[in-house]
C-alpha cells in the first residue's frame, strides 16, 4: 500500500535560525518526489519534520488528506519509512535480527514471523545469503541495502531516503539508486533527498529545488532541469551538472 503526503506552509526554528520558512512539499501516492539543493539549505531537516522527528512551529501535515499532527508520533513514523546517510545498524545483531526488531516490537510479530518477514526483504535487497552475518561483515552498500530492507519491513506507506547514497564510496553507489528505482517503478510513494542529479532526472515523477529554507521552484524533471526559471536553480545545476 502506498500513501500520498503533502506538507503545507511548514516553518521550523532551530538554536535561534530559521531553517524552514513556509515550505510546501507534495508526492502523490506511488510516485516520487525528488528534493534538490546546495548543502544547508533545509533538505534533509524537511525530512525530520514530515515524520515529526522535529515537530513543526507551522503548517501542517497530511497523509492522504488528513492531518498526520494530532496522530501519535510513534504510529506515524510506522507509516513512513527513513534510510539516512548513516545506516544506523546494531552492530551486535544479524542483519536478520536488525530488520526482525521493529516488527516484533512495534507491529508484535512473533520471533519466527519476523525472521520470515526479514528473509522476504533480504530477498527484495539482494541479500539473501547474508541473513545470519553482523553488518561488520557487509560493504558500505551491503549496510545501506539492509537499513532499506529494515525499514521496508515495517510496510510503510511512503519511504524516505535522506541522502542515502553520500557516505558509500562511488562504487557502491549504483546498486544502492538501482535498489532506488526498483522501489518506485513498484509503486513505492518515496521523498527522497538526493544529490545525484541523475537519479533525480530519470526517476522523478516531481522535482523540489530548495535555498535558505524556502522552495525555489518545483515542477516535472524536464522542467527543473531543461528550463530551470530561476538564476538561483541555473547557477546551482551549473555547479553539480
Known amino acids: 500500500m502506498s500513501a500520498s503526503l503533502t506538507g503545507t506552509g511548514l516553518h521550523l526554528r532551530l538554536g535561534g535560525n530559521q531553517i524552514l520558512r513556509g515550505v510546501d512539499i507534495h508526492v502523490d501516492a506511488g510516485k516520487t518526489t525528488t528534493v534538490i539543493g546546495p548543502s544547508g539549505s533545509g533538505k534533509s531537516t524537511?525530512?525530520?519534520?514530515?515524520?515529526?522527528?522535529?515537530?513543526?512551529?507551522?503548517?501542517?501535515?497530511?497523509?492522504?488528506?488528513?492531518?498526520?499532527?494530532?496522530?501519535?508520533?510513534?504510529?506515524?513514523?510506522?507509516?513512513?519509512?527513513?534510510?539516512f546517510q548513516q545506516f544506523n545498524l546494531f552492530p551486535h545483531r544479524t542483519v536478520a535480527d536488525n530488520i526482525a526488531l521493529g516488527p516484533r516490537k512495534l507491529r508484535g510479530l512473533s520471533k519466527d514471523a519476523a525472521r520470515t518477514l526479514a528473509l522476504e526483504q533480504l530477498e527484495v535487497v539482494g541479500l539473501t545469503g547474508k541473513a545470519d552475518s553482523r553488518p561488520a561483515n557487509l560493504s558500505g552498500g551491503q549496510q545501506q541495502r539492509v537499513a532499506i530492507a529494515r525499514a521496508l519491513a515495517m510496510k510503510p506507506d511512503i519511504m524516505f531516503f535522506d541522502e542515502a547514497t553520500s557516505a558509500l564510496d562511488p562504487e557502491l553507489v549504483k546498486g544502492v539508486l538501482a535498489l532506488m528505482s526498483e522501489l518506485a517503478a513498484g509503486g513505492m510513494s518515496m521523498i527522497v533527498v538526493t544529490h545525484e542529479m541523475g537519479f533525480a532526472r530519470s526517476v522523478s515523477d516531481h522535482v523540489v529545488f530548495m535555498d535558505g529554507g524556502v522552495v525555489v521552484e518545483a515542477g516535472s524533471p524536464d522542467e527543473l532541469f531543461d528550463n530551470a526559471g530561476t538564476p538561483r536553480l541555473r547557477r546551482f545545476l551549473d555547479q553539480v551538472l
Open 46 to 83: 524537511l525530512l525530520r519534520v514530515l515524520n515529526r522527528l522535529h515537530e513543526p512551529d507551522a503548517g501542517d501535515i497530511l497523509i492522504d488528506g488528513d492531518s498526520v499532527l494530532t496522530e501519535n508520533p510513534d504510529r506515524l513514523r510506522q507509516r513512513i519509512g527513513m534510510v
